[in-house]
């Protein structure tokens, strides 16, 4: 895993995983957020790569809405073609380039 200047402790990287997964399970249908976001949300905001590990690798995060996560630019994960499908069976609209329309579908929580 990539050396981050601001390393995790155990604690910090199970609490990171914990808000990473309860944030994906928060993103409504037809909606969709960054990986960017998601670790500025979960407290990390130099991580999102890690918040892409966190979902490929924790036992138990395919029941989460996982396919609803892009990149900043609206691309959606390599290797994945299903991902696709899955969000235009919610509503979800893509652009010409084949990046989802960020400008109608990002999700933006209600921060309290």
């Known amino acids: 895993m990539k050396d981050y200047p601001d390393k995790m402790s155990p604690e910090q990287a199970r609490a990171f995983r914990d808000a990473v997964l309860n944030i994906v399970a928060q993103i409504p249908c037809g ?46 994960a390599p290797g994945w073609s299903r991902q696709r499908t899955l969000l235009e069976e919610e509503g979800v609209s893509f652009k010409s380039n084949g990046y989802v329309d960020m400008q109608r579908h990002l999700w933006v929580p209600e921060v309290e």
Do not use: F, Q
Request: charged share 20%; glycine share 10%; aromatic share 6%.
């Open 31 to 76: 909606c969709v957020t960054t990986y960017g976001d998601i670790a500025a949300l979960a407290g990390w905001p130099s991580h999102s790569r890690m918040v892409g590990r966190t979902l490929r690798y924790t036992p138990g995060a395919e029941v989460l809405p996982c396919h609803r996560v892009v990149n900043k630019e609206g691309r959606t």
